[in-house]
Every structure is written in C-alpha cells, then in structure tokens.
C-alpha cells in the first residue's frame, strides 16, 4: 500500500510552479516530480530525431521509450536524456512552445500519465504540473493552482534569459505566453485549469520564500506534516 501524501501545484508557465516546488520537497523531505520536464523532454526528443510534433504515434512510441532521467544534487536537479544531461536545453523558448503542443497530444499524455504516478512513494510527493490535480493525482490531500500575470510571467520569464546570457524582447515573450496558455487551457485534452478542489494562489506580488510559507502552513493544516 502507498501511503504517500501528495501536493500537487498546477498553473501556467512562469507562476514559480518550478522553483516553489523544489524548495517545498526539499524543506519536507519530499520526492519531486516536474511533469513539465518530461514533456519538454519527450519535445527534445523529437526536435532531436526529426520527428513532426503532429505525428502522435511516433511521438506516442518516443514517449514510451523516453531515456531519461533526473539526477537530484545538493541545489539544483540535473536532468539527463539519452545519456546527456539537458537542463538548460529544455528551457529554451522553441522546446516549451513544441513541448505545449506535444502536451495537447492524447497517445503522448496516456504514455506519459503511469510514467508521473510512479513519482509517488512515501513520506510524499510535490508534483508540478498543469493537470496534476485534474488528471494525474486526482485524490492528491492538498492540490494548489498557482497563477499570476501574463505581463509578470513575461517579466520573470525575461530575467531567466538575461541570467543565462540571453536577450529577448519582453513584448516577443508576453505574445508567447499569452498563446501558450490560450492552446493549454482550449486543449480537448487534460485542458489546464484549477481542480475543483484546489487552491488557486496568484503569486504576482508575493515573493517566493512567502509562497513556500503558505504551503508548509496549508500542508500543517491538513495535518500532512508537522508544524513549525
């Protein structure tokens, strides 16, 4: 029987899903699963061997047989494809836009879905996602929806880039925000939206320690870990 709790922290690109999430399952000694790497990964993948990002069998197979893996150090997690490791590579702005549109995919999704609930083990998970909470873990104890701006998401997303040596136009990088979440949340399939019973949490103005405050004290509130 698994007994492992689960937090799962949904919402658009750029809401913090990736760094909160991180710094939660380190503070409680929790696994992390970030879903969004495997479909990044799965789009590489393609990019990689030529394969259409409209092609869903092949793309489906891709999946199924995806050599990855995720390498936990001290600060940061390294993430390995094919032997490889391709952690700032999955960041680009043409891998999340492929990897959007490989995520739209059914066959690619079904592939992927058994693959993300193996993250689960004891005492808990925090899973980052876009449909965690609606698909993945859908009796998760605690299921939070983080959000903010598209103009704040554009911003953080622009001094991510800058950080990493990268120059980009903040309008360039709004327009593609604002059509990545237009195409996530009309998908047909696992469409991203708040679970019925989640949270939703606009991070815009709150800073990151905060955020991660508020989810170690809702998580003490449900009695899934212990107070501090």
Same mark, same amino acid.
């Given at each position: 029987?698994?007994?492992?709790?689960?937090?799962?922290?949904?919402?658009?690109?750029?809401?913090?899903?990736?760094?909160?999430?991180?710094?939660?399952?380190?503070? $409680?000694?929790?696994?992390?699963?970030?879903?969004?790497?495997?479909?990044?990964?799965?789009?590489?993948?393609?990019?990689?061997?030529?394969?259409?990002?409209?092609?869903?069998?092949?793309?489906?197979?891709?999946?199924?047989?995806? &050599?990855?893996?995720?390498?936990?150090?001290?600060?940061?997690?390294?993430?390995?494809?094919?032997?490889?490791?391709?952690?700032?590579?999955? *960041?680009?702005?043409?891998?999340?836009?492929?990897?959007?549109?490989?995520?739209?995919?059914?066959?690619?999704? @079904?592939?992927?879905?058994?693959?993300?609930?193996?993250?689960?083990?004891?005492?808990? $998970?925090?899973?980052?996602?876009? &449909?965690?909470?609606?698909? =993945?873990?859908?009796?998760?104890?605690?299921? =939070?929806?983080?959000?903010?701006?598209?103009?704040?998401?554009? *911003?953080?997303?622009?001094? @991510?880039?800058?950080?990493?040596? %990268?120059?980009?136009?903040?309008?360039?990088?709004?327009?593609?925000?604002?059509?990545?979440?237009?195409?996530?949340? @009309?998908?047909? %399939?696992?469409?991203?939206?708040?679970? &019925?019973?989640?949270?939703?949490?606009?991070?815009?103005?709150?800073?990151?320690?905060?955020? =991660?405050?508020?989810?170690?004290?809702?998580?003490?509130?449900?009695?899934?870990?212990?107070?501090?």
């Amino acid at each position: 029987m698994n007994d492992a709790k689960v937090l799962t922290l949904d919402g658009p690109g750029g809401a913090g899903k990736g760094t909160i999430s991180r710094l939660v399952a380190e503070r $409680l000694g929790w696994h992390l699963l970030d879903s969004g790497a495997l479909y990044r990964l799965t789009a590489l993948a393609a990019l990689r061997h030529g394969v259409a990002l409209d092609d869903e069998l092949s793309l489906e197979r891709l999946a199924v047989e995806l &050599d990855v893996a995720f390498l936990a150090e001290e600060d940061r997690t390294r993430v390995m494809l094919e032997g490889s490791e391709v952690g700032n590579d999955i *960041r680009t702005e043409q891998v999340g836009d492929a990897a959007s549109r490989v995520a739209a995919l059914n066959g690619v999704r @079904q592939a992927l879905l058994q693959r993300q609930r193996d993250f689960k083990k004891p005492p808990g $998970l925090v899973a980052d996602g876009r &449909d965690m909470g609606t698909v =993945v873990f859908p009796d998760a104890e605690l299921k =939070v929806f983080l959000t903010a701006s598209a103009e704040e998401r554009a *911003r953080r997303r622009r001094l @991510q880039l800058q950080e990493a040596g %990268v120059d980009a136009s903040l309008s360039s990088l709004l327009k593609e925000i604002q059509a990545r979440d237009a195409r996530d949340m @009309q998908r047909s %399939v696992a469409p991203l939206k708040p679970a &019925d019973d989640a949270i939703t949490l606009d991070t815009t103005s709150l800073k990151i320690p905060e955020v =991660v405050e508020r989810l170690t004290e809702w998580l003490a509130e449900r009695g899934l870990v212990p107070e501090t």
